[in-house]
């Protein structure tokens, strides 16, 4: 059979035509087909203990966040894959399709806009205090003293919490956690305000003081943020994973477990499941 250069080209034509269709559908699938289809689930990941934890030596990732990420995994059939953003990137991560997941991302409303999220809660966090061993403080009130010295963190919702809160305690701000804590252990402050896990891992390294949710204790939800898109059985099934993970008490285990890895006692540390904060 002979071609001639003009059926030639309108083959040629055709051929592309049919290449450049095979990425548009495969975009086209759902986040939830897509992983089962390569077996993967994608979690960005970024250095903050205790949720993501990036080991210099093996550079194997661990923290609450990846325990989770491998949970769903493997009701997936699928591998979990790190892949590492920064919270400021993580959005934006979502949105080109280079992860699947992010954990640990509250759903404010200026994110809502440009992402989706899980109707279930991952799991809650609370303000936290880091205060001296023998110190007798279990409100805020009793912190807001004249005469005590607070760091927070600077510019965090922390910062701006505390200041509408406090009226007769001095706030000293820091361009940092690290920096708050390194001011504790110097006594340069008496209580550090962060959220309670973060302070319970500072607490591992710097092995002063003690971790309290003060009352009245406020839980914060948290999450993890998604793709939007029209089809939604990811995100129902990442709610519904959610809620059955948080009802069996799953996140508790998985704090309690990376603590025992920092060599820190989990005993009487605010979990992860409000429920159970006393």
């Known amino acids: 059979m002979k071609f001639s250069r003009r059926s030639f080209a309108a083959l040629a034509a055709l051929m592309v035509a049919g290449l450049s269709a095979v990425p548009a559908f495969a975009q086209d699938a759902s986040t ?13 990941v970024t250095s903050a203990e205790p949720w993501f934890f990036k080991d210099p030596m ?84 009793d912190i807001d003293k004249p005469g005590t010295r607070i760091g927070v963190t600077l510019g965090t919702s922390l910062d701006k919490n505390v200041t509408a809160m406090v009226k007769s305690a001095e706030i000293n701000r820091f361009s940092n956690n690290d920096e708050a804590i390194a001011a504790f252990a110097a006594k340069r402050v008496d209580v550090v305000v962060q959220f309670h896990p973060a302070l319970v891992v500072q607490y591992s390294r710097l092995k002063l003081g003690k971790v309290i949710l003060p009352e009245p204790v406020n839980p914060v939800p948290t999450s993890a943020g998604l793709r939007k898109e029209s089809n939604p059985s990811f995100r129902n099934w990442v709610s519904d994973q959610f809620a059955k993970l948080y009802k069996a008490g799953v996140p508790d285990q998985i704090f309690g477990e990376y603590l025992k890895s920092k060599n820190i006692d989990p005993t009487g540390i605010p979990g992860l499941v409000k429920e159970a904060w006393k």
Do not use: C, H
Request: no cysteine; charged share 25%.
């Open 58 to 141: 093996t550079e194997k990732w661990t923290g609450v966040g990846v325990a989770m990420g491998e949970r769903l995994a493997a009701d997936l059939g699928a591998t979990l894959v790190p892949v590492e953003t920064t919270w400021a990137n993580a959005v934006a991560a979502l949105q080109a399709n280079q992860i699947d997941l992010m954990f640990v991302l509250d759903p404010t409303e200026e994110r809502k806009k440009a992402i989706d999220f899980p109707e279930a809660p991952l799991f809650y966090y609370a303000m936290g205090a880091l205060v001296a061993e023998d110190s007798t403080v279990k409100a805020w009130a």
């Open 32 to 44: 939830l087909d897509q992983i089962k289809a390569k077996k993967q689930l994608r979690i960005g």
